[in-house]
Nanobody
Framework: VQFVESGGGSTQFGWSLILSCAVS????????MSWYRQAPGKNRELVATIHPDGKVYYFDSVKGRFTISKDNRRNEVFLEMNNLKPEDTAVYFC?????????WGPGTQVTVSS
């Protein structure tokens, strides 16, 4: 089981990024998938979840700015991040939501400057 995140980078306040997560060993169509993030000196936190039926959940601070989606055929999960803020700076990870499969991937760094 592997989760490989990509798409991060350095950007500016108000700009956008789209993160991708290539998943192997888990059928993302059958399980809830989530994006998490960890800022320097802070605990990892849940950012967004998408369930097999398509229902979504967002952490309060990203509601209205972030959109989680998935492509079941390609077994990929995406996180579209708009109107980025410096407090969104973190390493972003994806994983099956119940943490039952595999381990954390390398993550992708997102840095937002003011």
């Amino acid at each position: 089981v592997q989760f490989v995140e990509s798409g991060g980078g350095s950007t500016q306040f108000g700009w956008s990024l789209i993160l991708s997560c290539a998943v192997s060993g888990v059928d993302i169509g059958a399980y809830s998938m989530s994006w998490y993030r960890q800022a320097p000196g802070k605990n990892r936190e849940l950012v967004a979840t998408i369930h097999p039926d398509g229902k979504v959940y967002y952490f309060d601070s990203v509601k209205g700015r972030f959109t989680i989606s998935k492509d079941n055929r390609r077994n990929e999960v995406f996180l579209e991040m708009n109107n980025l803020k410096p407090e969104d700076t973190a390493v972003y990870f994806c994983r099956e939501s119940a943490l039952n499969f595999g381990d954390w991937g390398p993550g992708t760094q997102v840095t937002v400057s003011s």
